[in-house]
């Protein structure tokens, strides 16, 4: 098994493809945005919060430079 071979997976947020790979530290989410957003969404739950929204974040830059 060489390192360089990246685990491809789905992210749990967006379902972009993610690197599972050690360089890739917010695994198995594909950037950092995913996943404070899928905290967030905890938070949410946890806290019932009327009228969360998400969208704004989901629509925006999803791509990390560190994936690569
Ligand atoms: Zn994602």
Same mark, same amino acid.
């Given at each position: 098994?060489?390192?360089?071979?990246?685990?491809?997976?789905?992210?749990?947020?967006?379902?972009?493809?993610? !690197?599972?790979?050690?360089?890739?530290?917010?695994?198995?989410?594909?950037?950092?945005?995913? !996943?404070?957003?899928?905290?967030? &969404?905890?938070?949410? &739950?946890?806290?019932?919060?009327?009228? #969360? &929204?998400?969208?704004?974040?989901?629509? #925006?830059?999803?791509? #990390?430079?560190?994936?690569?």
């Amino acid at each position: 098994m060489s390192e360089g071979t990246a685990r491809i997976v789905a992210c749990p947020n967006c379902g972009r493809a993610a !690197k599972w790979t050690t360089r890739n530290p917010f695994r198995p989410f594909c950037s950092e945005r995913c !996943k404070l957003i899928d905290l967030g &969404e905890w938070a949410s &739950e946890r806290h019932v919060i009327p009228g #969360s &929204e998400v969208d704004e974040f989901m629509g #925006s830059e999803l791509e #990390s430079p560190q994936l690569d």
